[in-house]
């Protein structure tokens, strides 16, 4: 695995906005292959303490042989944390980052299934447990449902087109991999578009695969309930979907009284991170500091 090779992103900001008390205890929500918790983790304290989680079983093996007994690393999901920190008997944090989305490694390694340019069965499980994987959502999906998360999670102007021709071509036989369905789109898209087409609908496969916005949703809410006074939540989102979910449940936090924002506007990568780490190019952070300590925040829209 080459997680080292990738960079973590705008982690300067992070390990600004995100340690206020050294000695306290943290949460990196999706530490991949560990590069923002080995920042953190050199900031703390030997009395504080780094939890790392991760629904990708690959990720939590290859971060705890990274990490050893330093930072305290669980395969779940991060829509689990306050069952996880009630098992481990923590009630509250200092600080939680979420880093959100796919690792470089998840997108080039191709039997994951997420990446349009790599053959490979379509899966984009992040948990292998889990039932529901992408050849079955293309495979068993009615027209009409699949038109409906292209739209609404891919925002993909040619989705009621490529649904048809999904729905044609999986009577012939099954759609297996990631190549037949782009192969399959390449059929009704025009080639000018055609790049930012395939993403668009590999991205809705995933977000449906892996329920990412509800379970996003689930996650923040419950870190801000869980934040001590003066903890702080930083988050890095990668599409404006999942950056759209952290600014309402901001902004409804704050309306609230919860939280205090920090990052009026997203803080963006400069042009030197985007050169040295394209992939940080469409990354978004946001940030919250706990102002009032009751756990009141629920059923944010
Ligand atoms: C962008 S990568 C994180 C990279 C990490 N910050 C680093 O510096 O190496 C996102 C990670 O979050 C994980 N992930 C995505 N959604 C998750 C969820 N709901 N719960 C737990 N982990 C999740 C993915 O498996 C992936 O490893």
């Known amino acids: 695995m080459n997680y080292e090779f990738h960079n973590p992103v705008l982690v300067e900001k992070v390990l600004d906005l995100l340690i206020t ?7 990196d929500a999706t530490i991949g292959g560990g590069g923002h918790s080995e920042r953190i983790f050199k900031k703390l304290l030997p009395t504080g303490k780094l939890i790392g989680i991760d629904a990708d079983e690959d990720a939590v093996v290859f971060s705890r042989k990274r990490f050893g007994e330093r930072v305290s690393i669980y395969n779940c999901n991060f829509s689990n944390l306050s069952d996880l920190l009630s098992d481990l008997k923590i009630s509250n944090i200092d600080g939680i980052l979420f880093d959100l989305g796919i690792s470089s490694y998840q997108i080039d390694n191709a039997e994951k299934g997420f990446s349009f340019s790599k053959e490979g069965i379509l899966d984009m499980r992040f948990d292998k447990n889990q039932a529901l ?42 759609i297996d991999t990631t190549t037949e369905l ?18 668009r609908i590999f991205q809705a496969l995933r977000i449906e695969v892996n329920q990412e916005l509800d379970v996003l949703k689930k996650g923040l809410i419950d870190a801000i309930n869980l934040l001590k006074v003066n903890g702080r939540i930083v988050v ?15 902004k ?30 469409s990354a978004k952070l946001r940030a919250a500091e706990k102002i009032l300590n009751i756990k009141t925040l629920a059923n944010v829209q």
């Open 21 to 27: 008390n050294p000695g306290g205890v943290y949460v």
């Open 133 to 174: 994987n992408a050849r079955y959502v293309i495979n068993n999906y009615k027209e009409s449902e699949l038109t409906r998360l292209f739209k609404l999670y891919g925002e993909e102007k040619f989705s009621s087109k490529i649904s048809k021709e999904i729905i044609k071509q999986r009577k012939y036989k099954s």
């Open 182 to 199: 782009s192969n399959i789109i390449k059929n009704v898209v025009n080639k000018k578009f055609i790049n930012k087409t395939l993403a």
């Open 236 to 250: 890095i989102s990668y599409h404006s979907l999942e950056d759209r979910i952290v600014k309402n449940i901001f």
């Open 252 to 281: 409804t936090s704050a309306e609230q009284k919860l939280v205090k924002i920090l990052t009026k506007k997203p803080i963006i990568p400069d042009e030197d991170e985007i050169k040295f780490n394209p992939r940080s190019r």
